[in-house]
């Protein structure tokens, strides 16, 4: 008897599983409170990629095939630098959304707020690490007119001789230098026309300094051409409804 009174109360004692209407599972406790059973997900991991030539390629290729290919697919440029591809709200995930791509702009040299280089260097970053347009020209013209040195001055008046030295930063030829410039630095994905952005610029005997002037709008009007060139990409599968493109 004792034995079967035991097994009574560990039989009572069982949580029970019910399921309602709409499928989901609930454990019910001796004490009458339900849980939601959450199986665990099993989905694949994000796939990271450099370019945007990349992406294009897999939202065409791979982002349509299966069970996906009813599945409406979004793009959006996070930021200047990363783009991200994820669909809907999966029912099987508790209304997760699964990000299938992300795209990281890569080996691209950047430009900090604020820069100060000596004018050789300067010269050589405006050819190497910006994009021709603007004022790179212009600027580098401006260095090579620069001449950094000191200008000694003798004064002989027979019982002595003064010697004014000044040094300083001049021009080879007279002119009044810009104190702003349009400049394309890299900052972006590299297949895409690189955002002009508006810099101060201040020179002395030590070198030149860019300052970023233009509040980060720079930063904006590259996401709008990551988007312009993701729409150009996939402009029939935007039409037939298949991929949304946002900022």
Not at 39 to 54: G, I, K, M, R, T
Request: glycine share 6%; hydrophobic share 40%.
């Amino acid at each position: 008897m004792l034995k079967e009174a035991i097994e009574k109360i560990e039989e009572l004692a069982k949580p029970e599983i019910y399921k309602d209407a709409l499928g989901k599972a609930y454990v019910v406790d001796k004490d009458g409170e339900a849980r939601e059973i959450i199986p665990e997900a099993v989905y694949q991991s994000c796939l990271s990629l450099n370019s945007l030539d990349a992406l294009v390629q897999m939202v065409r290729t791979e982002g349509v095939r299966g069970d996906r290919s009813a599945d409406k697919l979004y793009l959006s440029v996070k930021d200047h630098m990363t783009v991200a591809c994820f669909g809907h709200p999966q029912k099987d995930l508790r209304e997760e959304r699964i990000f299938y791509y992300e795209a990281k702009a890569k080996d691209v040299p950047g430009w900090d707020g604020e820069v100060k280089m000596a004018f050789d260097k300067a010269a050589v970053a405006l050819q190497t690490r910006f994009q021709d347009g603007g004022d790179r020209d212009y600027t580098l013209t401006l260095l090579s007119q620069i001449t950094c040195g000191a200008q000694v001055t003798y004064n002989d008046i027979g019982v002595a001789t003064t010697v004014v030295t000044q040094k300083g930063v001049a021009l080879q030829q007279n002119s009044t230098i810009r104190p702003l410039v349009k400049l394309r630095p890299y900052r972006t994905f590299q297949e895409v026309e690189q955002p002009e952005g508006l810099f101060l610029i201040r020179i002395d005997e030590r070198g030149i300094t860019f300052t970023e002037a233009d509040g980060g709008m720079w930063k904006l009007a590259a996401r709008k051409t990551i988007k312009a060139y993701l729409e150009e990409a996939l402009k029939d599968m935007i039409d037939d409804g298949r991929v949304v493109v946002m900022m």
